[in-house]
């Protein structure tokens, strides 16, 4: 979600509209059928209702201790902290979504499976092609330094030479992740088509998506398991010796994004009632 709505701002305007978002994005996934898009909307309309007001809150303080821990200054085992925060997140997500979801899929047609995997396709190449994985191993180490420095600047603004240089010095040390994790990531599309290929009871087959979603590392390659783990790991090294090297300024940047985040997440758990009272 942070994600498709970078910046304090858009989180304002964009989350209330993510019904009409997620509607689309559906869509273009699985071209629904008018039916299809009307009863994917009741579903999510409720998931949403229960996010805003349950979940919203949760991240609020999620990010408040987050933004105390960098206060302090970041270490590894606060970045790893994070990590698993969010990762816990996601779990409570998905333990109340799975049901609806298999229930969405159980409507899904042979042909609107294949226009799912034309539309994995095309994210397969796009993937293919951001990490650069049919370039030189230096062309892929130079790339994972350039997403680096983006991530970062997008925090914390300007970035003086010495610091770009130290960071890209450091990212260059990072594991090669991202050839595995993209047969890792064709590995969870065929067994999501299984999946899909077990649909004969409702029951099972929700329970079956719930395992399947929660469990990512089930069926994993061992060798990319183990890199997978030491590329956390590191990765969380590296923001914590990044933050160690951050002028005063900067940090104060970080901090003022994740207050922008807590209030506008604070604002928008107000139930009407509550929004109501407070701008009398």
Known sequence: MLAMLAGCSMVR?????????????????????????????????????????????DYAVFLAETKARLQKGLTRDDALWV?????????????????????MLMSVTPAQLDTLQNQWEKLNRR?????????????????????????????????????????LAWASDLPLIHGPRHQDRLRRQREFLQLMSQRDDAGPFAARLRRWLLNWEEGRDPGYDRL???????????????????????????????????????????????????SR
């Open 13 to 57: 305007i964009g989350y209330p509209q993510l019904d009409t978002i997620a509607v689309w994005t559906a869509d273009e996934y699985f071209d629904l059928d008018p039916e299809q898009k009307q009863e994917f909307r009741r579903r999510f309309e409720r998931f949403h209702e229960w996010h805003r007001y349950e979940q919203l809150p």
């Open 83 to 103: 990590t698993e925060g969010v990762r816990a997140r996601y779990r409570t997500f998905v333990m109340y979504a799975a049901d609806d979801a298999a229930a």
């Open 127 to 167: 993937f293919i092609r951001e990490y650069r994985l049919e370039a030189s191993v230096e062309e892929q180490r130079r790339a994972t330094g350039r997403r680096a420095l983006s991530r970062i600047r997008d925090w914390v603004g300007h970035l003086d030479d010495e610091q770009e240089q130290q960071i």
């Open 228 to 278: 997978f783990n030491e590329w956390t790991q590191q990765q969380a090294d590296l923001y914590a010796a990044v933050y160690g090297i951050l002028l005063p300024h900067q940090r104060t940047a970080v901090a003022e994004r994740l207050q922008g985040y807590i209030n506008d997440f604070t604002r928008l758990a107000q139930r009407p009632a509550a929004q109501a009272a407070a």
